[in-house]
């Protein structure tokens, strides 16, 4: 089975700073890596996912994050941050496996505070 | 584009008393459907998922249930509601490996 660690529970940060927020995840077989965002009172959307191919990748409103095989990490970035960013931000992985909905599993998420 | 629609948004029940959240689907047919809880500071919690009419699978033992009626209606039940029952509630459909939209959640507080 596959879990998920976010390792910071809670991320402040004033606004235009440069932003990293850590998962790792541990499976014994190929993943599908996410990122989602929730606004305050609202459902998740996806802001990007990791398929294959290039390790980095390319979500909404300006976030990115890299896949590392070897260290089982995921970590989002963003290079300057924006008010409107605060949010929850949940980490989550999907084995390659036949399709089951218990496969998809979340960290527990990273509260991210922009300060002004 | 896919679109969630669930309610109500805002819940407040006593111990005891009945449950039911319905969720509706746009813009796609046969999704796989999910009804997911949070809790605060602890994640989502997959409760149940379907993958097609009348086809339900319960992920954790509790005293919720889950129905699909429609392709795209997907409804949470409880005939009696428990204090630990509340938490914010999220529907959620998918057709792609891991990738789900979803509806605007509703938050249910027992008293």
């Known amino acids: 089975a596959q879990s998920v660690t976010q390792l910071d529970s809670q991320v402040p940060v004033f606004e235009e700073a440069p932003v990293e927020l850590r998962c790792n995840y541990s499976s014994s077989v190929s993943v599908y890596l996410f990122w989602y965002v929730q606004y305050p009172n609202q459902g998740l959307q996806l802001l990007l996912k990791?398929?294959?191919?290039?390790?980095l990748v390319k979500g909404i409103n300006g976030f990115e994050a890299e896949f590392n095989k070897s260290q089982t990490s995921f970590h989002l970035r963003k290079p300057s941050v924006h008010i409107s960013d605060t949010a929850e931000y949940f980490c989550?992985?999907?084995?390659?496996?036949?399709?089951?909905?218990?496969?998809?599993?979340f960290g527990s998420g990273t509260q991210l505070t922009v300060l002004p | 584009s896919q679109t969630i629609h669930q309610w109500p948004a805002t819940l407040v029940q006593p111990v005891g008393s009945p449950l039911s959240l319905e969720c509706t689907v746009e813009g796609t047919s046969n999704p796989n459907l999910y009804w997911y809880r949070q809790a605060a500071g602890r994640g989502l919690q997959l409760l149940f998922y379907?993958?097609?009419?009348?086809?339900i699978s319960s992920e954790v033992p509790q005293n919720l249930s889950a129905s699909r009626p429609q392709d795209r209606q997907f409804i949470l039940s409880s005939k009696k509601l428990l204090l630990s029952d509340s938490g914010f509630y999220l529907c959620a459909g998918g057709q792609g490996p891991g990738e789900l939209f979803f509806g605007e959640g509703s938050r249910l507080t027992v008293l």
């Open positions: 379907s993958v097609g009419i009348g086809q």
């Open positions: 989550a992985v999907f084995t390659r496996a036949s399709g089951s909905a218990r496969q998809l599993t």
């Open positions: 990791y398929l294959s191919g290039s390790t």
